[in-house]
């Protein structure tokens, strides 16, 4: 019995690492960046390192690095770190039946590694369910605070010998990663009625420069799927309810008959 | 300075990663709202990838020599077809290389 037990908490260990490790190798060139632009911009090895240790968010990490060299007030720099974690409330909210009932060291850490990607891998109705579950998730969200720090680290070190890496087109890296996780999972008209809003409200938002652009996009097109899948559930029950009243209304002329 | 405002970042991108984990806030889900909840990861993924490929230093580029354009494509096609993250990846990132090498001649 241990040894079957043992056996399966190997294979979810397995499970979680090899389903993050595309994500973990996708971050590295934005890794990277965020190490050595901490560097390029002056910050201390101290510094740079504490980034991915405790903000451990890559956007946000970005974006403050070039507000504090700029000297922007703190003000400014916290109010741009919660525009962009914001979208986390959403995925707080979304896993909150499952996560709200966990001991507090298991809620603190999930807590603290639900990162995109690990929300990413989370889709499951099942997910977070049962010991085996926790630990899954626990080694995939790990392993990619792991890869972030080492991808970060390596920035830091190589830092001042590398160019200015913003200009490479390393953003793709992270657009492909997504679209690899996005695409198989539009099977419905809701999903895809989602995913068009989304596509095209971040768009137009990014253009118009709008700070909230991601979390409102996001938050649209949410509501357009759910509405989609409403419609969709309604239109089905009349459906059903009609050809009920006509098998009824055929009873009856039967019997009428008879 | 530097390190408060580093722990300060911190503490709000764990806040809001944690704060609706948080069993005794007072707040109930019901269907309807779970199931609005369902379409939160394809819509804020959406937001984040289409952006990047479209929009290049603050302009719009439907232009269809947009090598993340041609190189999105390539990966939307892959992944529909394979559902494989780590084909898609390959496919999208092979793509996006050789189009900026060949569109830069």
């Known amino acids: ?258 | 300075m530097t390190l408060l405002t580093i722990f300060l970042m911190a503490f709000i991108t764990f806040g809001t990663r944690y704060l609706f984990t948080h069993p005794s806030l007072p707040i109930r889900l019901g269907p309807k709202v779970a199931k609005f909840l369902s379409y939160s990861a394809p819509a804020v993924l959406t937001a984040i990838w289409v952006p990047i490929i479209f929009v290049q230093q603050g302009q719009l580029n439907l232009s269809i020599t947009n090598p993340y354009f041609i190189a999105a494509s390539f990966a939307v096609i892959t992944a529909a077809k394979s559902k494989s993250i780590y084909l898609t990846m390959l496919a999208g990132l092979i793509t996006f290389i050789l189009s900026r090498y060949i569109l830069a001649m």
Not at chain 1, 94 to 111: E, F, H, I, N
Not at chain 1, 138 to 158: D, E, K, Q
């Open chain 1, 1 to 258: 019995m241990t040894v079957t037990k043992r056996k399966a908490v190997w294979l979810m260990v397995k499970k979680g690492f090899l389903d993050m490790l595309p994500l973990n190798l996708a971050v590295l060139p934005w890794g990277i960046l965020c190490g050595s632009l901490a560097i390029q911009r002056d910050f201390s090895v101290l510094e740079a390192l504490l980034m991915p240790l405790v903000v451990f968010a890559g956007s946000a990490q970005l974006v403050a690095i070039e507000l504090m060299a700029n000297n922007a007030s703190l003000a400014t720099i916290l109010f741009t770190t919660f525009v962009i974690s914001s979208r986390h409330f959403l995925y707080g909210l979304a896993l909150r039946d499952k996560l709200k009932v966990l001991p507090t060291k298991w809620r603190y850490s999930l807590g603290f590694l639900l990162t995109d990607e690990l929300f990413a891998l989370s889709g499951n109705s099942k997910a977070f369910v049962g010991k085996l579950r926790l630990i899954y998730a626990l080694v995939a969200g790990g392993s990619f605070y792991l890869f972030w720090l080492l991808w970060n680290v390596t920035g830091i070190v190589a830092g001042s010998y590398l160019p200015d890496l913003t200009q490479l087109g390393l953003d793709f890296a992270i657009a492909v990663t997504f679209i690899a996780l996005v695409v198989p999972t539009v099977t419905n008209l809701p999903m895809v009625i989602t995913v068009a809003v989304a596509a095209l409200l971040s768009v137009l938002f990014k253009l118009l420069h709008f700070e909230l652009d991601l979390v409102v996009a996001a938050i649209i097109a949410m509501y357009c799927g759910y509405l989609t899948d409403r419609w969709q559930c309604r239109r089905q029950l009349s459906n059903q309810s009609l050809i009920a009243s006509k098998e009824l209304s055929k009873m009856k002329n039967n019997g009428d008959e008879s």
